[in-house]
């Protein structure tokens, strides 16, 4: 695929080598021939971009998140399409994604988190105020610059492939780790899908690990729609209260429990009063860590296990059952009820009959004597 690329975009840019991928992409490291500037290049894997319809849509949305601008957005620099490849050209980040940063650390101080945190919601509630729902909020989407600065990436790009993929391949669009409860369901993700997600990300920095891990993705999904997530108070003592309010909150079931709009969640987020022990910023420990530095380990306690699937599931049928029949026992009961009432107002009415006018009888003919 390497080859491919290089000789498809070679008279515009200078591709080095695979620097990511995922199920919507591959993304190399180039160098744009003309400015000599260092681009990361988004390729849309040829087997998703089948049809012209799917190529413009991805153009559109494409054009859509280059028209963002903001500090923690990735800046697009270019949408195009050569041969039977679609791509799109933005900033390269020198630096790591959260997702390397977790796996290397495990779980984060609550000041990089907060940090962290406050950085994605207000990329994701700007986005959001111009129209563009994310869909695929992961660590792995979440990278450092050299200065420590928090950029969200691939925006638009979700919404651009699902149809295509659902269609062409069968595949889920997303992470399914990372995806709200209304994605699992085939559902249009509205921002509140991304709140979700952001909330997953928030445990899995708390805690080192994400909330419902399961060995296929059925039972990861059932988990989605009917688990709870664990208290991460038994896998952290030092949160503040309202930084575990705020994670719960984002992970509602019922898309209409979490936040009305992103803006409401960033505020949230920066209203959370950050611990005083802390010799370092989020920021300067961010910085530390995308210069390859690390910060001081932190101690988690042990989660409570996740409960059988096939047991929730199991409860979850037993009470829409019982639900259904507390509501036909109800309705019988109306009936009845009204049935009584007729029969009493019948009862009623045959004791008291109406009263009726009394009718004078009119006055006997006179008989004309001849």
């Not at 790591?96 to 101080?109: E, K």
């Not at 660590?139 to 450092?144: G, V, Y």
């Not at 009726?356 to 006055?363: F, K, L, N, Y």
Request: charged fraction near 20%; glycine fraction near 8%; charge should be neutral.
């Amino acid at each position: 695929m390497l080859e491919i690329v290089r000789a498809a975009l070679t008279a515009e840019y200078d591709v080095e080598r695979e620097i990511g991928r995922g199920g919507m992409g591959i993304v190399y490291k180039a160098t744009e021939r003309e400015l000599r500037r260092a681009v990361a290049l988004k390729v849309l894997p040829p087997q998703l971009a089948l049809g012209q319809q799917v190529v413009d849509r991805f153009k559109r949305e494409a054009q859509m998140a280059a028209a963002l601008d903001h500090p923690n957005i990735i800046p697009i620099y270019r949408v195009g399409q050569t041969g039977n490849l679609s791509y799109l050209a933005m900033k390269y980040v020198e630096g790591p994604s959260l997702d390397d940063v977790i796996a290397t650390q495990g779980a984060l101080p609550v000041t990089i988190v907060v940090t962290v945190l406050r950085a994605a919601a207000s990329a994701l509630a700007f986005a959001h105020e111009h129209g563009i729902v994310h869909r695929d909020i992961k660590p792995a989407n979440i990278l450092l610059d050299g200065d420590g600065r928090v950029i969200v990436t691939d925006f638009g790009v979700a919404r651009a492939v699902e149809n295509a993929s659902m269609t062409t391949t069968g595949s889920v669009i997303g992470t399914p780790y990372f995806m709200s409860p209304e994605q699992c369901a085939g559902k249009v993700a509205g921002p509140q899908s991304d709140q979700y997600s952001l909330g997953v990300v928030a445990f899995q920095m708390l805690t080192g690990t994400v909330p419902f891990q399961a060995e296929t993705l059925a039972a990861i999904i059932q988990h989605h729609f009917f688990t709870p997530a664990p208290d991460i108070r038994a896998a952290r003592a030092d949160l503040p209260s309202e930084l575990v309010g705020i994670v719960n909150r984002m992970l509602s079931k019922d898309p209409d429990q979490r936040y009305g709009t992103t803006r409401e969640l960033l505020s949230g987020i920066k209203a959370i009063r950050l611990p005083l022990s802390e010799p370092m910023t989020g920021e300067s420990m961010l910085r530390n860590l995308a210069q390859g530095g690390t910060v001081a380990p932190v101690t988690t306690g042990e989660l409570p296990p996740l409960a059988d699937t096939m047991n929730i599931i199991a409860a979850h049928d037993a009470l829409r059952r019982s639900s259904a029949r507390s509501v036909r026992l109800r309705r019988q009961a109306v009936l009845l009820a009204a049935l009584a009432a007729l029969v009493g107002i019948a009862l009623w009415m045959s004791g008291h009959p109406p009263a009726t006018s009394r009718v004078q009888p009119a006055p006997a003919a006179a008989s004309s004597r001849p």
